[in-house]
């Protein structure tokens, strides 16, 4: 008789109930003491006696479990019990737990006070419930299908005892028993959670594809509708391949059951026995796998339409003649093959099932990969041309679609290289608006203009827009004074002291100040100028693109301010301060609150700190991109949001798209690769994902003040946009509800824009044999004014009238050159030019312009050579005059910076035109416009102005209208604006400029306005130096008045001249 078996393990294994007959027991180990003598948490039990002694006790550090009963003997002997853990190491177990779950619910509970707070409730509970549905349904599918197949697989074993040569299974039935009903319940539960976890991110999948909209357009191939590409397909797809991983799971755990317990067993003389139960449940499970299999063969058909692996998106010729075909073969066979299996079922005869199996793996592997590969290399390719002409005609129709190309209007122009005198004559809504402004090198210029305190900065580069000033729409380079909040500052000064920037500042696009300097249209602290007055706007800014990470705003009535607000002026000897009024976060005033956004942002601060009270605020994901995107996740944020005056607050403009890598026939665009240029080189900050459709389906606005978002549904027929429309139907407002002035700031989106020219660089050709040869592909040029060749020059925003255009917009436009060709040589030579119309306002509430989003693309003849960006920039670079005065400019080791090469189509040519600007080598130096470049065909001019330049190139009179205003620049300067030249290190006059070309009369009210401005401004280095800010302030406050004393001067001697 044999005995009990003792179980071992850090808690002990449960007592074995003794056997019948034989040799003395073996202590067994328990479930986590598995072979003992190499497990330091359980050792192998005692040995049993013999016939009727008592089981073994197991060992172990936490002792072994009780011995077994000897076959109607005496009782084993008493295990050593476990030793219990001790009250401080269960409270310490049940504090780390506890403390675990409520950082996991500060997570969720500061979520929903944020959605909450700002009006987006429903898009938080949206997105949780769908996660919690289908994490529930895939959870419980999977887990109920595995432990349904597993309690199956173990109900069906065999009730004779094993044979011989089944010990060592025997032996793991007997080590599986005592835990064996844990294991069947916790195996289902683990791989149900994995399911679950998994299925959660399909989300947005589900919410599509049960509410999305017809496209009104089929697919050339079936005739389906494209939303069932967009929508339905990508379900299917992650529903099948559910149900294939559940099938196989669930039959895997089944068959190791029945192995384990003897119903599928390996017979010593060769061969397999596979029980009833178990030949029923192996039947079941292929069935389903094949039937499954079947259905995702049949869908494959729709997903060829989808492939990049061609040498053109979509189905080719093979796809269309032997990978569709041969698809449904398999699907049928598939599904054939699962009747075989059921017949099994049925007569117990696996021969047909395992050769209808076997006809299934041949027949993929012969006609789902042979067949296609014979019709590919035999047929297709000595005739690809002709044999793919059609489909690839459909990549193109379909691609063109897809990017909004479809309606590109494109004209054959002149190219015309020759510039005659009077050639710009009727260009005048072109030549007055060339921007000689770059916003890419203007920031350091409004730093040492504008910025008055170092707690202010500007972004490295400025933002173009338009704005209209005494009835003209004036391009204008606008940033808001964005708060900056160095690293090494106080907890206090980070938080609660340095919460928002200060206003605006725009200077004008095209018209430029004395010496070089912007000529600002809004400017100064307070705000003033030509544009706006501070009276006229909310200046403050708590929500901007270098805003701290979380600022607590807000005091009881009556309470003293403590918000550092703007710097002293003439009107206030002192910086003042300032309580924030708005609703603008969730609230801090109760402990449980202060907690909870405590653990968010590791700060006990926010607990402990008086200055957290009962009416606090606290602002946090204040970036306009991230709050917007946060609010909508289904869009894809454009990566550049700018800043408008409208309607008396500062607006951030976010421009946001419907995309999908599921359109028809479409090629595939790496949102990265094609936003990336000389701007925006890290690709880790621009867009990120592969798409093959894309739409500005909403414009969203930011407050800057309070944070509020706004969505507005923009492309009113797109259908992705209907859908999530469906889902979320009260989080949008119509387009009609944009009030005039907020329409009169909407701008084509640029990231859009570049990844459209990507694309129409190949896709401009639509003629297929054209379009195979490739003989005609473009590429968007490098940008000349970088010395790395490899990044993409940018586009540009600018007024401007297309030639057949009725009139002038706000455009963005780019260049095409000859896409290189490995062995050939690159030619930069201009083959097109593409504008997008972005003017959509017409000055009523909610009228959208019809000739908004326009794209008009300009093809210059192969016969005639005219300059592309880079060669205008050697050209610039190898003019012997041009290198002379360049030179000295650099004298004093000033720095020579070449401004962005503006291109314009004007009198049947291209006109490029190139600012220049100079940075002396002083620390508190700044960028300044010095001369103008501009070239035609081959000829060069250089001049002080952009007039004089136009004149050197079209024989001594261009004819060109030129910003009325222009100012010529101060020829006796070479070197780059510093502080002494009326800036400073931190600040500086509200215009950015004292004087013009002639010099003020000796003892005039001028000059001695000028030089007590270069006093104030010595005396404010000075202070700045040794950290005097009281003195410093006043010195500024010296400075603007002695400036609006020249500026008045000025005016004064300008009234007595005329």
Do not use: C
């Not at 509430?845 to 019809?850: A, L």
């Amino acid at each position: 008789m044999s005995f009990g078996q003792s179980g071992s393990g850090p808690f002990g294994g449960p007592p074995h109930q003794g056997g019948s007959g034989g040799s003395p027991g073996k202590g067994n180990d328990g479930p986590f003491g598995a072979f003992g003598p190499f497990n330091p948490f359980g050792g192998r039990g005692d040995d049993g006696d013999g016939a009727g002694g008592r089981g073994g006790a197991g060992r172990g550090p936490f002792g072994g479990g009780d011995g077994g009963e000897g076959g109607g003997a005496r009782k084993g002997g008493q295990s050593r019990r476990p030793g219990r853990p001790s009250a401080l190491v269960l409270t310490l177990i049940s504090v780390v737990v506890l403390v675990g779950l409520f950082v996991l619910f500060t997570g969720v509970y500061t979520e929903i006070l944020w959605f909450n707070q700002i009006g987006f409730a429903d898009v938080f509970w949206t997105e949780i419930w769908t996660r919690v549905a289908l994490f529930a349904v895939a959870a419980v599918v999977m887990a109920a299908a595995v432990w349904l197949s597993v309690r199956l697989a173990w109900k069906g074993r065999p009730q004779k005892a094993p044979s011989a040569g089944r010990d060592s299974l025997s032996q793991y039935q007997r080590q599986l028993e005592p835990m064996r009903r844990l294991v069947f319940v916790a195996v289902p539960v683990v791989v149900g959670l994995f399911a679950g976890s998994a299925a959660m991110n399909g989300w947005q999948t589900v919410l599509l594809f049960l509410n999305q909209e017809p496209y009104g357009k089929q697919d050339p191939q079936f005739g389906m509708d494209i939303s069932f590409y967009l929508a339905t397909l990508p379900f299917l797809g992650m529903l099948v391949s559910f149900l294939i991983s559940v099938t196989l799971v669930a039959g895997i755990a089944g068959l190791l059951v029945h192995y384990l317990y003897g119903s599928i067993r390996v017979e010593e003389r060769g061969g397999v026995t596979v029980e009833k139960p178990a030949r029923i449940h192996v039947g079941v499970f292929a069935a389903l796998f094949l039937l499954l299999q079947g259905v995702n063969y049949w869908l494959a058909r729709y997903r060829t339409l989808q492939s990049q692996d061609g040498g053109w998106a979509g189905a080719l010729y093979t796809d269309v003649h032997a990978v569709i075909p041969t698809s449904a073969i398999l699907a049928v066979t598939a599904v054939i093959v699962a009747a075989l299996f059921v017949v099994t079922i049925l007569n117990g005869r696996w021969r047909v099932a395992l050769v209808g199996t076997a006809v299934l793996v041949i027949t993929s592997l012969v006609v789902g990969a042979g067949y296609p590969f014979l019709v590919q290399q035999y047929q297709v390719q000595p005739s690809e041309r002709s044999l793919e002409a059609e489909y690839i005609k459909r990549n193109i129709e379909m691609t063109r679609e897809a990017y909004g190309l479809h309606d590109v209007e494109t004209t054959n122009y002149e190219g015309a290289t020759d510039a005659e005198a009077g050639a710009l004559a009727g260009e005048s809504a072109n030549t007055a608006n060339i921007r000689l402004m770059d916003p890419n090198l203007l920031s350091q210029t409004y730093g040492q203009l504008q910025q008055f305190r170092p707690y202010y900065t500007f972004p490295d580069t400025l933002h173009v827009d338009r704005y209209e000033i005494e009835g003209e729409t004036r391009d204008t380079v606008v940033s808001v004074r964005d708060v900056n909040v160095s690293e090494d500052q106080s907890w206090v000064n980070s938080h609660i002291v340095y919460t928002h920037g200060y206003g605006m500042v725009a200077a004008d696009a095209s018209e430029v100040a004395a010496q070089g300097r912007p000529k600002f249209l809004l400017s100064g602290i307070p705000t003033t100028g030509a544009l706006a007055d501070e009276k006229d706007y909310e200046p403050r800014i708590y929500f901007g693109t270098n805003s701290p990470e979380y600022s607590v705003v807000g005091a009881p009535e009556g309470a003293a301010p403590k918000e550092r607000d703007r710097p002293q002026t003439a009107d206030s000897g002192e910086d003042t301060a300032y309580t924030f009024s708005g609703d603008g976060g969730p609230s801090v005033g109760n402990l449980f609150n202060q907690l909870a956004y405590a653990v968010k942002f590791g700060s006990t601060e926010l607990v402990l700190s008086s200055d957290v009270n009962e009416e606090s605020q606290i602002l946090y994901d204040r970036d306009p991109v991230e709050r917007v995107q946060k609010v909508a996740p289904f869009l894809t944020v454009d990566s550049n949001a700018y800043p408008a005056i409208v309607d008396g607050r500062i607006q951030w403009i976010v421009d946001a798209y419907t995309t999908s890598d599921a359109f028809p026939y479409s090629t595939a665009q790496a949102l990265g690769e094609a936003t990336t240029d000389a701007l925006n080189r890290n690709e880790q900050f621009n867009l990120s994902g592969q798409v093959n459709y894309i739409r500005n389906s909403v414009k969203a606005t930011v407050d800057a003040y309070d944070g509020t978002v706004k969505l507005y549904a923009w492309d009113t027929e797109d259908p992705l946009l209907k859908a999530w429309q469906n889902v979320y139907p009260d989080i949008m407002h119509p387009y009609s509800e944009m009030s005039a002035e907020l329409m009169d700031h909407v701008r084509y989106p640029e990231d859009m824009f570049k990844v459209q020219r990507e694309l129409l660089g190949r896709y401009h050709v639509t003629d297929a044999d054209d379009f195979y040869e490739n003989n005609d592909a473009w590429s968007v040029p490098s940008d000349p004014t970088q010395d790395d060749d490899n990044v993409k020059q940018p586009p540009y925003y600018m007024t401007m009238q297309m030639p057949g255009q009725d009139e002038a917009a706000f455009s963005l436009t780019s260049t095409f050159i000859p896409q290189i060709t490995q062995g050939a040589q690159q030619r930069n030579v201009l083959y097109g030019f593409l504008s997008a119309d972005g003017d959509a306002g017409t000055g009523e509430d909610g009228q959208k312009r019809d000739s908004y989003g326009t794209l008009r693309l300009l093809e210059l003849p192969r016969q005639t050579t005219v300059p592309g960006p880079g060669q205008a920039q050697a050209n610039f670079d190898s003019n012997d005059s041009v290198s002379q005065e360049l030179n000295l400019l650099r004298q004093g080791a000033s720095d020579v910076i070449n401004g962005n090469m503006i291109t314009l189509p004007v009198a049947g040519g291209i006109l490029y035109v190139q600012p220049v600007y100079v940075r002396s080598s002083g620390p508190t130096s700044y960028p300044t416009l010095r001369k103008v470049l501009v070239s035609f065909g081959d000829q060069v001019g250089f001049a002080d102005t952009l007039e004089g330049a136009l004149n050197q190139v079209f024989d001594g009179d261009s004819g060109a209208v030129t910003p009325e205003e222009q100012q010529e620049f101060d020829k006796g300067e070479t070197g780059g604006g510093e502080a002494g030249d009326g800036g400073s290190d931190e600040g500086g006059s509200d215009e950015g400029e004292t004087g013009g070309d002639t010099p003020a009369p000796a003892g005039s009210d001028l000059e001695k306005a000028l030089k007590e401005a270069q006093d104030a401004i010595e005396r404010g280095e000075e202070a700045l130096a040794e950290g005097d800010w009281a003195e410093y302030g006043k010195q500024q406050d010296r400075l603007n008045k002695a400036l609006e004393a020249a500026i008045a001067a000025e005016e004064e001697a300008k009234k007595a001249q005329d």
